[in-house]
């Protein structure tokens, strides 16, 4: 599902189209948008507050054999939400399953190879700090 959350809609309908997913797909909650509260904590751990409101977007959805998607994510893209939920589905028909791992392999790629990039160029202005014992003046 992370992989589903991080790809962009024509990867998802990319990767149904290679599975062949023409199963009618029935609406169990259609997509629909909504605000959640984002919450913070100081420092990492310390009290936790509401930091601000995040648009989400759901959907849930069943397949003929009675297999059920869901996908949440950040944004307002229906069609995504909806995409997502129906590669979820299809993940749970264990005969399909290694099916859309390999169809999602393309965004697993992308997404290493998009990390990797930022990795290097945070690396490329990292500052090594140091101190050295100062004698007595």
Same mark, same amino acid.
């Given at each position: ?5 991080? =790809? !962009?809609?024509?990867?998802?309908? $990319?990767?149904?189209? $290679?599975?062949? =997913?023409?199963?009618? *797909?029935?609406?169990?909650?259609? &997509?629909?948008?909504?605000? *959640?509260?984002?919450?913070? #904590? ?17 959907? =849930? ?16 893209? #229906? ?12 993940? $749970? *028909? &264990? ?6 791992? *390999? ?7 992308? !997404? ?7 990795? #290097? !160029? ?16």
């Amino acid at each position: 599902m992370a992989l589903c959350g991080e =790809a !962009r809609p024509e990867e998802l309908r $990319q990767a149904l189209m $290679q599975l062949g =997913a023409t199963d009618a *797909v029935e609406d169990l909650r259609p &997509p629909e948008t909504g605000l *959640v509260m984002t919450r913070g #904590r100081i420092g990492g751990d310390g009290r936790p507050f509401n930091l601000g409101e995040a648009t989400v977007t759901r959907a =849930a959805v069943r397949l003929p054999g009675g297999e059920t998607g869901f996908a949440y994510h950040l944004g307002r893209d #229906r069609a995504k939400a909806r995409l997502a939920a129906t590669l979820d589905a299809l993940w $749970q *028909v &264990p005969e399909r399953r290694a099916a859309v791992e *390999v169809a999602l392999a393309p965004v697993a790629a992308r !997404r290493a190879e998009e990390r990797s990039a930022e990795t #290097r !160029r945070i690396a490329a202005t990292r500052v090594n700090f140091f101190t050295m014992a100062r004698g007595e003046d």
